[in-house]
């Protein structure tokens, strides 16, 4: 982690991967990797020099092939207040996703509900990967979705 924000310093294009269900959990686990002395130097180096975070799953298709359900954060001044915040919040930076759609951002929900508008992916599934307390905005965005078309 140290190696690729120095290479960010330092003006490189720096890819990396780490193993999480969201973007938002991307942001918390880059944070949480640092003793809690060092965090909040690393949440104003990380909200200044992250310009876009993808997460990706695969589900199993209607059709028996792979679906790829993307999500994507834009890093704008919003999303790096939310980082820098003294006490971080996942959920919080999740709704700043959702308030900036305009920006670029893909949400998990967005995401699955086209899917599942899209015949590409049961409701069932589409549930299966979100929270319980995400349900009813899954189906807002599901019948928004359906009276678009």
Not at 34 to 49: A, F, G, R
Request: hydrophobic letters at 40%; one cysteine or more; charged letters at 25%.
């Amino acid at each position: 982690m140290d190696a690729a924000i120095e290479m960010a310093e330092s003006g490189h294009l720096v890819i990396g991967t780490l193993h999480t269900k969201s973007c938002a959990e991307t942001i918390d686990r880059m944070i949480n990797f640092y003793e809690i002395s060092d965090q909040t130097t690393v949440k104003y180096l990380i909200s200044s020099l992250l310009k876009l975070v993808i997460s990706q799953r695969l589900l199993r298709g209607t059709d028996d092939s792979l679906v790829l359900v993307p999500e994507v954060m834009v890093v704008d001044n919003v999303i790096a207040g939310c980082i820098r915040k003294e006490k971080f919040s996942v959920s919080e930076l999740q709704d700043a996703m959702q308030s900036s759609i305009d920006k670029g951002n893909i949400t998990l929900i967005n995401s699955i509900a086209k899917l599942f508008v899209n015949d590409k992916i049961t409701l069932e599934q589409a549930r299966g990967q979100i929270e319980e307390k995400n349900i009813e905005t899954l189906n807002r965005t599901i019948m928004q979705l359906k009276i678009q078309r």
